[in-house]
């Protein structure tokens, strides 16, 4: 059984910075791509950033490019979101989601394994 534990959220001010983390376990972590989508208070759920299964390859939702960083460290089961100069639109709760294969698309339909995710608020 897969399990994704984010943690990582809070309270920041505009302009802040947070790091999110999400921690794996259940299946061969290095395998497969990551991503991370969140979901705004009565808005759909939208794609954040994704990672591949060597973290060779990464893509971003434009709002976030020059912003935001995903990363993972295959050796500890986990993937980062470093998020800088935060704005209060990215105020949301952030999920993790492991990919059914190795790369991580933005497509939030082809992910089957969610964290529960971690609010993030960033007040003006």
């Given at each position: 059984?897969?399990?994704?534990?984010?943690?990582?959220g809070g309270l920041v001010q505009a302009g802040?910075?947070?790091?999110?983390?999400?921690?794996?376990?259940?299946?061969?972590?290095?395998?497969?791509?990551?991503?991370?989508?969140?979901?705004?208070?009565?808005?759909?759920?939208?794609?954040?950033?994704?990672?591949?299964?060597?973290g060779g390859s990464t893509d971003y939702t434009?709002?976030?490019?020059?912003?935001?960083?995903?990363?993972?460290?295959?050796?500890?089961?986990?993937?980062?979101?470093?998020?800088?100069?935060?704005?209060?639109?990215?105020?949301?709760?952030?999920?993790?989601?492991?990919?059914?294969?190795?790369?991580?698309?933005?497509?939030?339909?082809?992910?089957?394994?969610?964290?529960?995710?971690?609010?993030?608020?960033?007040?003006?």
């Amino acid at each position: 059984q897969v399990q994704l534990v984010e943690s990582g959220g809070g309270l920041v001010q505009a302009g802040g910075s947070l790091r999110l983390s999400c921690a794996a376990s259940g299946r061969t972590f290095s395998t497969y791509g990551m991503a991370w989508f969140r979901q705004a208070p009565g808005k759909e759920r939208e794609f954040v950033a994704a990672i591949n299964w060597s973290g060779g390859s990464t893509d971003y939702t434009d709002s976030v490019k020059g912003r935001f960083t995903i990363s993972r460290d295959n050796a500890k089961n986990t993937v980062y979101l470093q998020m800088n100069s935060l704005k209060p639109e990215d105020t949301a709760v952030y999920y993790c989601a492991q990919a059914p294969g190795g790369r991580g698309r933005p497509v939030s339909g082809e992910y089957n394994y969610w964290g529960q995710g971690t609010q993030v608020t960033v007040s003006s």
